[in-house]
């Protein structure tokens, strides 16, 4: 006899929309007649092995509402990236409290933890569905056109860009604002949509998908300067030289690493501080100024896009739907149909799971510090509607009469 139990967690770096998806399982699961109990899952994938659940059967629909509107992951998130062991531990507490349907949000390793689960319960004959719902910031999920979460944070990254722009318009010098991405310059990219006039920053757009040179880089930012008189740099967290070696790494005396061994990028100002050093020590350039966005693109609560709320909900319907309706387990993906609609489908497990996208070569210009024109059609439609704009003066000089 089925026991209609649900478990949903949220896992990996938080986003403005991760809510919507959450809130889209709980409202749809409810129109199921089968189902008895939807259960949260406090921080991710540690709160399953801690057993720490919430009911959310017993929320208010109002109350579900207003927290699908708030940024960030309302049950909590976790780093923890779950090998054979844990998901064995994992399925051990999944079987216990007889939960029949999982569904996880995430980005690549939450895919990859559904993945395992599911082949637990598939090899002890349990009758498990387990789901990836999409999320990610850096929009690296292969098989999707675009993730739930990257749309909001490419907002962000286009309205600060453009704000910075506008900043160093009128205090003319060097400005360096250092993007999330480690190997995907997705959001990085995005910077480029803040552009109204050909000569507005980003003039420099660097990208983990392309080698950086330091000497180049100096010889871009020189030649920018003596073109504009000013120059607005975007990038990315994880620009690396030909052999794949981070720069934060080889600029710094030393590097902070995380709980998985990889060098620190998010959350430290270091690369900015030290690409800042290197103009003004090599070039001589007095005013530069550089800025880390670090977490404030995630969750970012006056800057979300209203096409991303739309989709991070519907993408966690479909889990729910592909779930009952279905007879395999998988990753919820979006598929652009049309200039701009969308349609979803669910893909195997393996074809997400461990994987990631990067940004196509149509998107990147020649030089490699720019976008194309591909680029930009891509990602408008995504950021939604009431885009803010900025103007400039027509200015007729008035003729000197001191100093002729």
Partial sequence: ????????????????????????????????????????AMHGVRGIVNE?????????????????????????????????????????????????????????DSSDTVRIVAEQAQAAGYPLRAIHIPKTIDNDLVGNDHTPGFPSAARFVAQAFAGANLDNASLPGVYV??????????????????????????????????VFSIE????????????????????????????GEPIATLLAKEVERDAHGNVQLSGTGALADLLCDEIKDKLGIKRVRGDTFGYLQRSFIGCVSDVDQREAREVGEKAVQFAMWGERNGSVAIKRTGFYSVDYELLPLDAVAGKTRTMEDEFIDEKGTGVTDAFRMYLRPLLGSGMPDAYRLRPAPVPKILKR
């Avoid at 659940?53 to 780093?79: C, I, K, M, Y």
């Avoid at 073109?227 to 030289?241: K, M, N, P």
């Fill in 1 to 40: 006899m089925s026991s209609g139990k649900i478990l949903v967690a949220q896992g990996g770096g938080p986003t403005a929309v991760i809510n919507q998806s959450l809130v889209g399982v709980v409202l749809e699961a409810r129109r199921f007649r089968n189902v008895t109990r939807i259960y949260g």
């Fill in 52 to 108: 720490d659940f919430v009911d959310l059967t017993q929320e208010t629909s109002h109350n579900l509402e207003l927290v699908a509107a708030t940024p960030s992951s309302a049950l909590g998130s976790t780093r923890d990236k779950p090998d054979l062991k844990y998901c064995e531990e994992i399925f051990k507490v999944l079987k216990a409290h007889e939960i029949e349907h999982f569904f996880y949000i995430g980005g690549n």
């Fill in 177 to 210: 604002g250092v993007v999330m991405g480690r190997h995907a310059g997705f959001l990085t990219a995005a910077s480029a949509l803040g552009k109204k006039f050909p000569d507005d920053g980003p003039h420099l757009i660097y990208l983990p998908e392309r």
């Fill in 216 to 243: 180049q880089f100096l010889a871009d930012v020189k030649d920018t300067y003596a073109r504009y008189g000013r120059c607005v740099v975007a990038v990315s967290e994880g620009i690396h030289d030909a052999s």
